[in-house]
């Protein structure tokens, strides 16, 4: 079992950036895929960026490619995500997200998740 739990939420102004942060209980935290999804009101999870276990590759969401940047730091069992350039369309609660079964894209493949952080941008 991996409990995962995300920080670093707020309330930024559009154009603004936040860096989200999530912790992993587990110790075999470098087996697992890490991936970032949210969920806007009304709407569906979406996928936002996933990165493997080793770090080497990672995928983003056409939206956020080229202002968002995932992470992460094997020895600390913490991924990131630092969010640039923000815009009110961006907002909505943040989920971290393991899979080991080598996941990316598509959240049927995430074992665990995180409770959520709330990301509000304003105009």
């Known amino acids: 079992q991996v409990h995962l739990v995300e920080s670093g939420g707020g309330l930024v102004q559009a154009g603004g950036s936040l860096r989200l942060s999530c912790a992993a209980s587990?110790?075999?935290?470098?087996?697992?895929?890490m991936g970032w999804f949210r969920q806007a009101p009304g709407k569906e999870r979406e996928f936002v960026a996933a990165i493997s276990w080793s770090g080497g590759s990672t995928y983003y969401a056409g939206s956020v490619k080229g202002r968002f940047t995932i992470s992460r730091d094997n020895t600390k069992t913490t991924v990131y995500l630092q969010m640039n350039s923000l815009k009110p369309e961006d907002t909505a609660v943040y989920y971290c997200?393991?899979?080991?079964?080598?996941?990316?894209?598509?959240?049927?493949?995430?074992?665990?998740w995180g409770q959520g952080t709330q990301v509000t941008v304003s105009s």
């Open positions: 587990e110790r075999t935290f470098n087996n697992y895929n």
């Open positions: 997200a393991a899979s080991s079964a080598g996941g990316s894209y598509y959240y049927w493949e995430y074992d665990y």
